[in-house]
């Protein structure tokens, strides 16, 4: 089973929220508000899994990812699955990182 696990880094951006869809309930992870409220450099990040979800459209600024699809092994008890996820060390919705700076073709993120 692949699990999706999405980094969200910390720069400046509207939209871009990921939508959740699971038996008729809906969640939405809006990284633009979460790393906006946060007093120091952060990063926001999400894990998934059996469930729908899009992504909204980034309506202004830059929002930077890094996605990787963590495999786990399949197992008769899906709520083993949360005890790993749990288990990471980022066990909150964010963490601090130092300040950062990368420029790619002229553009400065960071």
């Known amino acids: 089973m692949f699990v999706p696990f999405v ?9 871009g929220s990921v939508m959740l869809h699971h038996d008729g309930e809906e969640w ?6 979460i790393l906006l409220q946060q007093d120091l450099p952060s990063v926001a990040y999400l894990a998934f899994y ?3 979800h899009e992504v909204t459209t980034v ?3 830059y929002r930077v990812t890094l996605t990787y699809n963590l495999y ?5 008890h899906p709520a083993s699955l949360l005890s790993i996820l749990h ?3 980022l066990c909150q919705m964010h963490c601090k990182i130092p300040r ?11």
């Open 7 to 15: 980094v969200v880094f910390p720069t400046r951006h509207e939209g």
């Open 87 to 89: 288990s990471v060390p």
């Open 72 to 76: 786990v092994q399949p197992t008769s």
């Open 100 to 110: 950062f700076s990368v420029k790619v073709d002229g553009l400065a993120l960071g």
């Open 28 to 33: 939405t992870f809006d990284s633009a508000t």
């Open 50 to 52: 059996s469930v729908d």
């Open 59 to 61: 309506n202004s600024g």
